[in-house]
């Protein structure tokens, strides 16, 4: 709630107090004491009264009488006839005091009223002509103002030095910056500054962060809105917005309009049940006028992020538009690194802290993933006691981000920790003997997470833009491993293999119908688009392969999966005494590290070599 709504509220709180307060005196003179008549008489026949006033009110023959005792007490009594109790305390020998009737008051009864009704009215009229005119979305009932925030240049603190792990994205968008800077010196050469800019790529990759970089290197203003924020349940408020806002925005020119999350306002036109020109496509029509129309507006790039690149409309995609479109990948390892030193900064680390270590076991993360790291390991300190981070304060941190919190007092019978041993020993021993999948980091028998009874963590040693055919085969075996050392020493199976089943299960159906892997099927994707009905595509969606492919595809598949099965039980039956050896240190430990387990083996496997910089 913004600063003018709770001034708003409570006036209006104050205003509806003071009228109750009034309503509340004007009622005390009707109350009923609780003292009765019949008090009163009792009092008069045992000579206890002293003094006695009446005071009738305006509607006579009601009133009051005021009644001093001789004992010092004074009582109230409300009548509906003065005129009989005035009898009634003659007739005792008291010679009572009556005062006069009051006079109606012509102010209270007359003005008073009307007064308090124009305050309120001029109250609320000066209060929505405020809101109105106060902008942005503390607005009442100004739904077709635009909500986009604006961010004046000196006030972005945000630089391109402080973006990390993003160099190649950077270079690019080093154009825009010049061009918000000098744009003579493109229009001396005839050039065109591309006029949108689409920032693509997974959750947490740094979009949002990059586009106010831009805007604070280039000391422009910066107009911020949610795609979301167009969207309104009446019709038109959508368009109105973004009329507004690049009229806002013709007014601080040069400038830069970022549209998060622009797939909620630019999905696909004519999709869906039944298509329907809806208030989101009115939305984005005048979108697509704005950014490239009849209209102009020099000086005005829109940049926009999502990661939904898959579902925008055409129409805003083509050059004109958003003329260059920007994939901000995940880091690589040495883009992690860099990462790792920029969070850190503010956090005094243990001189045991090795960030290019760290960078090596996060494969995958993104830049949010990282900074989510790192303030988990600073509150692991915190909750120690301690005033620095240590590398172990890290490494509790991503099991807890990665996999799940450690559940160390969770009673598991001897049984259970025994299978959970054998069965993280054996995707361990797959781990280190297979070339392509090592080497391990941790093996563990701690229940973490809802479900997980232990984990295994390999340590990647590249980042690998691609799999192989081999890769992917040895992710299979390593999946298998954990079931197979259960049938190996228990003779028997459990439910604790179920996700690695259906992992392997999913790899191997991905190599037959999406990768062309398939020696017997070919070169050929016979992969289901399942997704296009949620994208919209296409309500009724049909496979576009046979049903005697069908049938091949479940053979293949089950054949690279027997194929692995039988390939990682011969090398855990090879290396059973390894298993035997880690299963029994896993018990008496409950969590090992790699020197702890490459020591268990007799002989050394050859290893990957370690990852090459990139320049």
């Given at each position: ?22 309503v ?42 005021e ?23 003659r ?91 000098e ?10 500054i ?12 740094g ?24 969207v ?68 005005i ?27 901000v ?11 790792l030193?920029?969070?850190?900064q ?55 981000v ?18 959970t ?25 701690i ?55 259906k ?113």
């Amino acid at each position: 709630m913004s600063r003018n709504n709770r001034s708003f509220y409570l006036y209006f709180v104050i205003i509806i107090g003071l009228l109750l307060f009034t309503v509340w005196i004007g009622t005390l003179k009707v109350q009923n004491s609780g003292y009765t008549k019949g008090q009163f008489v009792n009092q008069l026949e045992n000579n206890e009264v002293a003094l006695v006033n009446i005071c009738p009110n305006r509607d006579v023959p009601t009133g009051s009488l005021e009644i001093t005792l001789k004992n010092g007490e004074e009582r109230t009594l409300y009548v509906t006839d003065v005129t009989e109790m005035e009898e009634l305390v003659r007739s005792y020998g008291l010679d009572p005091r009556v005062e006069n009737v009051p006079e109606e008051s012509w102010f209270l009864n007359s003005v008073f009223p009307v007064l308090i009704v124009v305050v309120v009215c001029v109250f609320f009229f000066v209060m929505m002509n405020g809101q109105n005119a106060g902008g942005g979305g503390g607005k009442m009932m100004n739904f077709g103002r635009s909500r986009a925030k604006l961010t004046l240049g000196g006030e972005n603190t945000i630089k391109l030095d402080g973006v990390a792990g993003l160099k190649e994205e950077k270079e690019e968008l080093q154009e825009i910056v010049e061009f918000l800077k000098e744009p003579g010196k493109f229009t001396k050469v005839g050039a065109r500054i591309p006029k949108g800019i689409l920032l693509e790529g997974a959750p947490g990759t740094g979009k949002t962060l990059l586009a106010k970089a831009i805007a604070g290197e280039a000391n422009v203003p910066f107009f911020s809105i949610s795609g979301s924020d167009f969207v309104e349940m009446f019709v038109g408020v959508g368009a109105s917005r973004v009329r507004d806002m690049f009229a806002e925005a013709k007014r601080h020119a040069p400038c830069i309009i970022f549209i998060d999350e622009i797939d909620a306002v630019a999905r696909r036109r004519g999709t869906g049940m039944g298509g329907g020109h809806d208030e989101r496509e009115q939305t984005l029509n005048q979108l697509l006028v704005e950014m490239d129309g009849f209209g102009v507006n020099e000086g005005i790039i829109v940049m926009a992020a999502t990661n939904r690149v898959d579902i925008l409309d055409p129409a805003i995609m083509r050059p004109g538009r958003f003329d260059r479109k920007i994939a901000v990948a995940r880091p690589d390892v040495r883009g992690r690194e860099d990462i790792l030193r920029v969070h850190a900064q503010n956090k005094p680390l243990g001189d045991d802290v090795d960030l290019r270590q760290i960078a090596q076991t996060t494969a995958g993360f993104t830049g949010a993933d990282l900074e989510n790291l790192l303030n988990e390991a600073a509150i692991n300190a915190a909750m120690d006691e301690r005033v620095f981070v240590k590398q172990d304060d890290i490494k509790r941190a991503f099991v807890k981000v990665g996999i799940g919190t450690e559940k160390k007092s969770r009673l598991i019978s001897d049984k259970e920790k025994r299978i959970t041993a054998y069965h993280e020993a054996g995707h361990a021993i797959l781990f280190h003997v297979l070339p392509d999948v090592g080497p391990v980091y941790t093996v563990s028998i701690i229940p973490t997470g809802a479900t997980a009874a232990g984990y295994t963590m390999p340590m990647p040693r590249n980042d690998d833009e691609f799999l192989t055919k081999g890769k992917m085969l040895q992710d299979i075996m390593v999946g298998l491993g954990g079931r197979i050392a259960e049938e190996i020493i228990f003779d028997d199976v459990t439910t604790g293999a179920m996700n690695d089943i259906k992992q392997v299960t999913e790899e191997a159906r991905r190599m037959v119908t999406r990768y062309g892997m398939s020696e017997k099927l070919g070169i050929i994707n016979y992969a289901d688009d399942d997704d296009e009905v949620f994208i919209g595509r296409d309500l009724a969606h049909a496979k576009n392969h046979s049903e005697e492919i069908s049938g091949q595809i479940d053979r293949e598949v089950k054949a690279i999966i027997d194929d692995c099965y039988g390939k990682a039980k011969a090398i855990i039956l090879e290396q059973e005494s390894v298993l035997h050896k880690c299963a029994e240190l896993l018990l008496e430990k409950e969590k090992i590290g790699r020197a702890e387990f490459e020591a268990l083996f007799d002989k050394e496997y050859p290893q990957p070599e370690e990852a090459v910089e990139t320049v």
